[in-house]
């Protein structure tokens, strides 16, 4: 067990419609990065938080958008949803501020878009 | 910016045979490297990273890592596969630049292994 906890474990939604994933990082750790993992895509950073900052950008669509609140936990929220949606959404968190430090993943939330 | 290839999409092993999956890393500068593995519905476990201190790192479940400079490579190994170790495994990079945490992945490599 990582101690990242993320909610819901399965979401099956529309086209157009919008979602919200959670995210609960180990207890202590102010990082937060949001990954979405696709067959023809693999695992493709998103987004990270530091202590309720943004701190880097990846390829994250305009229709996605992240924040990290007060008490460290984090939501992806993705909008005008389409299939190509579909993907498993990691996220993970890290304990101290700088590079080196390994990053912690909770078992994904797995998006249907029908 | 910084970016990991893996060798080779699937690799099948006896059981008892020697893995070895492979990475290269493509960084103006030694970066930070780590390997990870994922199991079925399950999220990416850490099993070892190198971060500039001995080039021979050892992980988890008896793998080991290289990291040879003169080769750009961070290839894992293990002596004596296991039926448990079938799983995707990930090799990844970071940079050494105070913001630049993100984790770069490749694509992964299958491991299969043959009883």
């Known amino acids: 067990d990582s101690g990242v906890t993320q909610t819901p474990k399965h979401l099956i939604t529309a086209t157009g419609q919008r979602v919200t994933l959670r995210c609960s990082p180990r207890?202590?750790?102010?990082?937060v990065y949001w990954y979405q993992q696709s067959l023809d895509q693999g695992l493709q950073f998103l987004i990270q938080?530091?202590?309720?900052?943004?701190?880097a950008k990846g390829n994250i669509l305009e229709r996605f958008s992240a924040q990290q609140f007060p008490d460290l936990h984090s939501e992806l929220n993705l909008s005008s949803l389409e299939l190509g949606d579909s993907a498993l959404y990691f996220c993970?968190?890290?304990?101290?501020?700088?590079?080196?430090?390994?990053?912690?993943f909770g078992n994904g939330t797995r998006l249907t878009v029908t | 910016a910084q970016s990991v290839t893996q060798l080779g999409s699937h690799v099948s092993v006896s059981e008892g045979a020697l893995v070895l999956l492979r990475c290269n890393y493509s960084?103006?500068?030694?970066?930070?490297l780590f390997w990870y593995v994922q199991y079925p519905n399950q999220g990416l476990q850490l099993l070892l990273k190198?971060?500039?201190?001995?080039?021979l790192v050892k992980g988890i479940n008896g793998f080991e890592a290289e990291f040879k400079k003169s080769e750009t490579s961070f290839h894992l190994t293990k002596p004596s596969a296991h039926m448990s170790d079938a799983a995707e495994y990930f090799c990844?990079?970071?940079?050494?630049?105070?913001?630049?945490?993100?984790?770069?992945f490749g694509t992964g490599t299958r491991l299969t292994i043959i009883p």
């Open positions: 938080y530091y202590n309720g900052e943004e701190r």
């Open positions: 207890s202590g750790d102010l990082s």
């Open positions: 960084s103006s500068v030694p970066p930070y």
């Open positions: 990844a990079v970071s940079g050494v630049n105070f913001g630049n945490e993100k984790l770069t």
């Open positions: 993970a968190s890290s304990a101290v501020q700088g590079a080196g430090s390994p990053l912690h």
């Open positions: 190198y971060t500039s201190a001995a080039t």
